[in-house]
């Protein structure tokens, strides 16, 4: 038997396959030909959400980021562009509730209560990947430690050896008390601490 893989290009419709057979060796050398139909179709795209995690206890009144991914076997690369990312989380009391073209929107959640955050994927044919991810918002206890966000680097984020990255941070102190202090830490592999410095903002050669 011989196997040859065949990438289709992203476009949907029927094939038909021919191959030419020959013997190697033989004086005439007879070619036999075959056929094959086949029909390209489009799988919709498989949409991943990262954060927050599944069951994530997230406040009110402070701007919660969301990261998603996605894949599509019929594109070259499988890559989906965050433009055709769709973010909803089924309560209008949220800022936004319905949101467009971000990989990793924040969104400030008005009520407290169960939320079922929803992303949708939409591809160049129209075809739709969705995920879900069940979170509860609650409003934050006094007393409680600042709420805190990172929003650069993102998740996942590629940084090169000798690479200056910008470093970007968020906090709210739920008593409404002194503004928040942020210290900066890269933690290796091996579990060792480097501070890196202070401030809400800063760039930084890690």
Request: charge should be negative; include cysteine.
């Amino acid at each position: 038997d011989l196997t040859y893989p065949v990438v289709f290009k992203p476009e949907i419709g029927k094939r038909t396959l021919w191959a030419d057979i020959s013997l190697e060796g033989l004086p005439r050398k007879p070619v036999v030909t075959t056929s094959v139909d086949v029909e390209v179709v489009n799988v919709p795209p498989e949409a991943t959400i990262h954060s927050p995690a599944a069951g994530a206890k997230l406040a009110t009144g402070f701007g919660a980021r969301l990261y998603g991914s996605a894949y599509d076997a019929n594109q070259i690369g499988a890559g989906v562009p965050c433009t055709a990312f769709a973010w909803t989380t089924g309560n209008t009391s949220d800022t936004p509730s319905t949101l467009k073209g971000l990989c990793d929107p924040v969104v400030t959640f008005g009520q407290a209560g169960p939320r079922t955050l929803t992303l949708e994927v939409t591809d160049a044919l129209g075809a739709v990947g969705r995920a879900t991810r069940a979170v509860e918002i609650a409003a934050p206890a006094a007393g409680s430690p600042p709420l805190v966000r990172i929003d650069s680097p993102v998740p996942g984020q590629w940084v090169g050896g000798n690479t200056r990255i910008d470093l970007l941070g968020a906090a709210m102190d739920p008593d409404a008390g002194a503004e928040p202090r942020f210290e900066w830490t890269l933690i290796a592999g091996d579990g060792t601490r480097t501070p890196l410095g202070t401030g809400a903002q800063l760039s930084v050669v890690p």
